[in-house]
Protein backbone atom coordinates (compact mmCIF):
# COMPACT_ATOMS: atom_id res chain seq x y z
CA UNK A 1 0.00 0.00 0.00
CA UNK A 2 1.71 3.73 -0.92
CA UNK A 3 0.66 5.86 2.50
CA UNK A 4 0.64 8.70 0.62
CA UNK A 5 -2.22 7.85 -2.29
CA UNK A 6 -3.89 6.59 0.92
CA UNK A 7 -3.91 9.48 2.95
CA UNK A 8 -4.21 11.71 -0.35
CA UNK A 9 -7.29 10.39 -0.99
CA UNK A 10 -8.46 10.29 2.93
CA UNK A 11 -7.95 14.29 3.18
CA UNK A 12 -11.30 15.13 0.87
CA UNK A 13 -14.32 15.31 3.26
CA UNK A 14 -16.06 13.51 -0.09
CA UNK A 15 -13.90 11.44 -0.80
CA UNK A 16 -14.02 10.15 2.86
CA UNK A 17 -18.22 10.33 3.08
CA UNK A 18 -18.10 7.83 -0.32
CA UNK A 19 -16.67 5.15 2.10
CA UNK A 20 -18.60 5.94 4.66
CA UNK A 21 -21.45 5.04 1.57
CA UNK A 22 -19.77 1.68 0.59
CA UNK A 23 -19.40 0.53 4.23
CA UNK A 24 -22.85 -0.37 4.01
CA UNK A 25 -22.59 -1.96 0.50
CA UNK A 26 -21.77 -1.57 -2.95
CA UNK A 27 -23.01 0.88 -5.05
CA UNK A 28 -22.89 2.25 -8.64
CA UNK A 29 -21.62 5.92 -9.45
CA UNK A 30 -24.78 6.93 -10.25
CA UNK A 31 -25.97 5.82 -6.70
CA UNK A 32 -22.94 7.12 -4.67
CA UNK A 33 -23.20 10.67 -6.94
CA UNK A 34 -27.21 11.19 -5.40
CA UNK A 35 -26.22 11.92 -2.08
CA UNK A 36 -23.79 14.48 -3.37
CA UNK A 37 -24.15 17.97 -5.06
CA UNK A 38 -21.43 17.44 -7.67
CA UNK A 39 -21.40 16.77 -10.84
CA UNK A 40 -21.17 13.15 -12.67
CA UNK A 41 -17.39 13.88 -13.31
CA UNK A 42 -16.91 15.13 -9.76
CA UNK A 43 -17.59 11.88 -8.46
CA UNK A 44 -16.04 10.04 -10.48
CA UNK A 45 -12.50 12.16 -10.31
CA UNK A 46 -12.90 11.16 -6.39
CA UNK A 47 -13.77 7.45 -7.40
CA UNK A 48 -10.66 7.51 -9.24
CA UNK A 49 -8.44 8.97 -6.61
CA UNK A 50 -10.16 6.32 -3.95
CA UNK A 51 -9.66 3.48 -6.40
CA UNK A 52 -5.05 4.86 -7.17
CA UNK A 53 -5.29 4.52 -3.41
CA UNK A 54 -6.83 0.70 -3.38
CA UNK A 55 -9.14 1.86 -0.96
CA UNK A 56 -12.40 1.13 -3.59
CA UNK A 57 -13.01 -1.82 -5.63
CA UNK A 58 -14.21 -1.95 -9.31
CA UNK A 59 -16.55 -4.45 -10.37
CA UNK A 60 -18.20 -4.19 -14.04
CA UNK A 61 -21.73 -5.93 -14.57
CA UNK A 62 -23.32 -5.16 -17.99
CA UNK A 63 -23.97 -1.55 -18.44
CA UNK A 64 -22.92 -0.89 -14.69
CA UNK A 65 -19.87 -0.21 -12.70
CA UNK A 66 -20.05 -0.72 -9.20
CA UNK A 67 -17.86 0.05 -6.33
CA UNK A 68 -17.19 -1.92 -2.80
CA UNK A 69 -14.74 -0.69 0.27
CA UNK A 70 -11.65 -2.64 0.20
CA UNK A 71 -11.25 -3.58 3.78
CA UNK A 72 -8.01 -5.10 3.53
CA UNK A 73 -6.73 -1.76 2.96
CA UNK A 74 -8.47 -0.22 5.68
CA UNK A 75 -7.27 -2.99 8.08
CA UNK A 76 -3.32 -2.19 7.17
CA UNK A 77 -4.04 1.51 7.54
CA UNK A 78 -5.70 0.68 10.97
CA UNK A 79 -2.86 -1.77 12.17
CA UNK A 80 -0.50 0.78 10.94
CA UNK A 81 -1.67 3.26 12.94
CA UNK A 82 -2.13 1.46 16.12
CA UNK A 83 1.59 0.50 15.60
CA UNK A 84 2.10 3.49 15.13
CA UNK A 85 0.83 4.79 18.65
CA UNK A 86 1.92 2.09 20.38
CA UNK A 87 -1.21 -0.41 21.36
CA UNK A 88 -1.05 -3.86 20.89
CA UNK A 89 -3.07 -5.79 18.56
CA UNK A 90 -6.01 -8.48 19.82
CA UNK A 91 -3.24 -10.89 18.27
CA UNK A 92 -0.48 -9.79 20.45
CA UNK A 93 -2.86 -10.47 23.66
CA UNK A 94 -3.89 -13.78 23.26
Not at 20 to 44: C, D, P
Amino acid sequence: MAFADTFKALSDPARREILQLLKNGRMSAGEIGSHFHMTGATVSYHLKILKKADLIWETKEKNFIYYDLNTSVVEELLLWLKDLKGEESHDEKI
